[in-house]
Structure formats: C-alpha cells, structure tokens
C-alpha cells in the first residue's frame, strides 16, 4: 500500500530536503554577516559590541588557555547533575501522583504551592544554608527543573486514554505490563515536552546561580569579564549559552523522535 | 449438547438513580451466537460489560461455566483500542518476546488477511482493517466466549458485510461463545442464533432464527425484530 509512489512527490522530496535544512540556519548567518560588517565599517564601536571575528578569538585564546574548557565543564557538570535530580525527583512525584489517588490527594496541592515560588527568588536562602560550594548551585537547578517535569509526567499519566488501560485490564495485562505497555509509552510525548522545557529552565537557572555566587563556571567567567570590562569575553559566554542552549535542544528533539516514532508514521504527516 | 456457558441471573443495575438493568435473567449456550439489539440507552453495552467483568452489578449474578480449566473471555470494543506506540503484532502480543506468541499473532493476522502487515503501525491502517486486527488480538490466547460491543458500527456497508462473514466464520470453526451486541437488525438477523431485544432495560423479548436462512428469511425476522423494538404491533392485534 505504500508501494506506489507519484513521480512528482519524489521530486519534490529531493528538492526540498536541502532548502528545509539550510533555512533555519539563513537568519542568523545573515545577522553575523550585518554585525561583521558593522564592525568592520566603524559603524559598531567595539566598546558597544566587539565584533564577530573579535569574539571568536576571544575564544580561541581561552580554549587555548584552558579557561574556557575548565568553565564549560563546570557548568556543564552542574547542569547535568541539578537535571537528573531534579528530573529524577520531578518524574518520581508525577509517577506517583498520577498512579495513586491518594498521594495525589496528599501531596499535589503542596507542590502546586512550591510551585508558585519562582526558584530563583530561593538563592539568597539556598546560599544561607549551603554557602557558594556545587551544592548550592545544583540545588538550584534540580529545584527549578523538577517542576516541569513533575507537572508533565504527572499530566501525561493522568490522561491516559482509560479505554485503552481498560482494554489493557481485559487482556490480562498485569500492573507492571500496563505501565509499560499502555501508560508510560503513552505519557512519553508529554513527559518530553517537561523536559524539553527543564533544559530551558535549567540553563537560565544556572547562569543566575553564576553569576551572583560562583568562582567558576561559564556564568563566573562572564561576570568577572564585565569587572575587567572585557567585552569580548562576556560576549564569548553569551554566545556559549546560546549554542548549549540549542545544542540540548537538539539533543531533545532527537529523543523525541527516536522515542515517538510511531508518531511520525500516520499517513497524514507524510 | 447443549450446556449453559453464561448463566445470568436477576441482573439489576443502577448507576445513581438512574436503572440500566432490571431484572434481566439470560442463559447462554455453548457455541450459541446471541444478539443484543434495542434501543440506544437500552442497557445493551451495560449487559456486555457486566459479562465481561468491566463492572460489577447491582445485584444478581452472572455465572460463566468453567468446567474446562478457565474459560477465557475476550471483548472486542466499538472503538479498535489499539495501542498506537507498537506494531500491528506487537499489538496483537503486547511486545512480548517469546516466539510461539509472535508466531501465534502471525497466524492471526493472516486468518484476517492482514499477514503483510505485521510491522505496520496503527496509523497507518484503514478504519476496517483496524478492526481486523482488534478481532485477531481479540482471538489471540484461545477465547472460548467473544464479546462484541457494536464492533463494526464505524464502517461503511462493504466493509461491514466482509466482516460479518468473517466473524461468523471464525465464530463458528472456533465453536465460540458469541454476543454481539448491535443496533443493527439486519446484521444481527443475518448473523445470531438467537436474538435478544432490550427495552426498557431488560430483555422483553427474544426470537430464534432459522438455520441457513436465506435473504427473505433475514428480512421476515429483522421486520419482527425491528417492529418489536419500536412498538408497532402488526394490525391483526390492534383490532383483536
Ligand atoms: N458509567 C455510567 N454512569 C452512569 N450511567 C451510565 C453509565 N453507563 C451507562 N449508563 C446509563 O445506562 C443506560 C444504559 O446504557 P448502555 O450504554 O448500556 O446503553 P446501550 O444500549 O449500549 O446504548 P447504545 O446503543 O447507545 O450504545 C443509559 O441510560 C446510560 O446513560
Ligand atoms: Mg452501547
């Protein structure tokens, strides 16, 4: 049923393939090239906005230096750990919460409340009690990362189609079969959209977190560049958020797809 | 022989105030095709899913006979309940591994000749053939009773006679247990033994049907059956 395929759809797949890849890309080769240009034409003064080529030195020289890698590995290190406890925790509670009726009862309207306050409004007392160590920073991030995750797992259980858990039920699925068979594969698409959103949290929590208390770290490394009133190096570290920003985007959006691949096999998103 | 696979005894059900069974009493033969028909609201589904277990009556029993080791009972839903994350085999094995199920899923698939399809995802199949594959997962681990609620109420008239006939075929060299629950007359006079009419939350009135009945005979009963629904005595009676 899938054999025959109209000459024309192929063509046009050959055809877009490339243009579909190198559009999202168009825009912001388009602004480096205007800011170079601005740059190099004196219209952009460096002291306003080092320019691109500038930047880029800029890092290449603390690569090669090892402040930038030292850094990165850092930060990395504690986004990683704050995400998967904070991930760990947040789908622990939206498992539990979404399966039983009585600890939903007893605990969602608590964490609702946490909820509500934003994290970052949390620093000034994470660092009374845990001082500047990693500690206080990965608290942080797992703190401002469990809740997206929470909140999604706990959905995505919750609305469970219960004519497919009743089908499930008639079939002799056992309780183990049908949470991993029915439920979970069916609050996977949601539970991605949670973490695809703690990425998000997680990085801008971290930055904050470096930026106010840290002595190392990609946030660290931009505020004591602004003391030194180096341009091209807090710029460096914002242009590094960004790619670690899109990089874990990527990273997530190819789990999705790994993950949701029936997904992508109804005949209407062909 | 013929011994009582379902034994239903003064079923009562009520949700809230509201009665959907009342008083309904129903033996069931082994290898007998029954159809339910009525009215919607009629309390059709609430008896399929009492028998099957999916809820539990007011009062009254239903008893299925277990005299070989556990008679095993599937129902086969209105809507296919598909599970769109898996295979059309998988959905047939539920994933699992071992190699006489996978094998067993197979021979399924082709008994409702869909055998090319095994890799397909849901999606990727037409209204009527989900449904065949709902039936061949309905008929994986050896069901002695099938319970059908309105299975074949989606389709369009083609497809709907193809699988009646597959249906009974299957039915009948399996020597199934069969209710089929349907608001259609005709399908349930071209396809029951025996056919029960709700109303009024019980089962008012029962016919049986005629062995290898041709068209007329499936008309002649489904005109009983539908006038027995909707009330329309035939004249003889008004003025008796
Ligand atoms: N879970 C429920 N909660 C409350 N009332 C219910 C429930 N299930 C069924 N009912 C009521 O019981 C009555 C019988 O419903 P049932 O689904 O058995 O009818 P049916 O004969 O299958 O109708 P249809 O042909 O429309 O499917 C209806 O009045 C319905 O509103
Ligand atoms: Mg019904």
């Not at chain 1, 929470?150 to 858990?165: A, K």
């Not at chain 1, 996977?188 to 002595?215: D, F, H, K």
Request: charged share 20%; aromatic share 6%.
């Amino acid at each position: 049923m899938q054999k025959p395929v109209s000459i024309s759809t192929t063509r046009r797949k050959k055809f877009t393939i490339p243009v579909d890849k190198f559009l999202p890309f168009l825009i912001p080769i388009i602004v480096v090239l205007l800011w170079q240009v601005s740059s190099s034409l004196g219209w952009l003064s460096s002291s306003v906005l080092p320019s691109p080529i500038a930047v880029f030195q800029d890092g290449v020289k603390l690569t090669l230096s090892g402040e930038l890698p030292k850094n990165l590995s850092i930060s990395l290190y504690r986004a990683t750990v704050g995400l998967l406890i904070g991930g760990g925790i947040g789908f622990l509670l939206g498992f539990i919460n979404g399966m039983s009726n009585t600890s939903r009862l007893l605990f969602d309207s608590s964490i609702q409340m946490f909820r509500n306050i934003p994290h970052l409004a949390l620093i000034p007392l994470i660092i009374l009690w845990l001082g500047i160590n990693e500690s206080a920073k990965i608290s942080l991030v797992a703190i401002g990362t469990m809740f997206p995750v929470y909140i999604n797992t706990f959905h995505g259980i919750r609305s469970v189609d219960p004519d497919l858990i009743e089908m499930g039920k008639s079939y002799d699925l056992t309780k183990k079969q049908l949470f991993f068979k029915i439920i979970f594969p069916a609050a996977l698409p949601q539970i991605l959209v949670g973490i695809r959103y703690a990425l998000g949290v997680m990085w801008t929590t971290l930055i904050v977190a470096e930026t106010i208390s840290a002595s190392s770290g990609i946030g660290y490394m931009a505020n004591n560049a602004e003391d030194f009133v180096d341009m091209e190096t807090v710029v460096l570290c914002i242009v590094v958020y960004a790619v670690l920003g899109k990089i874990s985007d990527l990273i997530a959006k190819s789990f999705e797809s790994l993950l949701l691949e029936w997904q992508n096999t109804g005949r209407s998103n062909a | 022989m013929n011994n009582t696979m379902i034994s239903i005894k003064n079923i009562n059900k009520t949700y809230n105030n509201l009665t959907a069974l009342h008083d309904v009493n129903l033996d069931i033969n082994q290898g007998e095709f029954i159809a339910l028909v009525g009215m919607s609201g009629g309390g059709k589904s609430t008896l399929l899913r009492l028998i099957a277990g999916l809820e539990q009556p007011t009062a009254g029993s239903v008893t299925i006979d277990q005299s070989d080791t556990k008679t095993l009972m599937r129902v086969m839903f209105q809507e296919d309940r598909l599970l769109p994350w898996m295979s059309v085999l998988d959905n047939l094995s539920f994933g699992s591994k071992d190699k006489n199920t996978k094998a067993h899923a197979q021979e399924l698939l082709e008994l409702v000749e869909l055998g090319d399809y095994a890799d397909h995802y849901p999606t990727q199949l037409s209204g009527g053939q989900k449904q065949r594959v709902a039936l061949a997962r309905a008929l994986m681990s050896h069901p002695k009773i099938l319970l059908l609620d309105e299975p074949l109420g989606a389709l369009d008239a083609l497809t709907r006679r193809k699988m009646q006939d597959l249906i009974l075929d299957i039915c009948q060299k399996q020597n199934l247990t069969t209710i089929l629950v349907t608001h259609d007359v005709e399908e349930a006079a071209r396809m029951a033994d025996r056919i029960i009419v709700m109303k009024d939350s019980t089962n008012s009135y029962e016919e049986d049907c005629p062995k290898n009945r041709n068209a007329g005979q499936i008309g002649i009963v489904a005109d009983r059956v539908l006038g027995e629904i909707l009330n329309e005595k035939p004249l003889e009676v008004k003025t008796a």
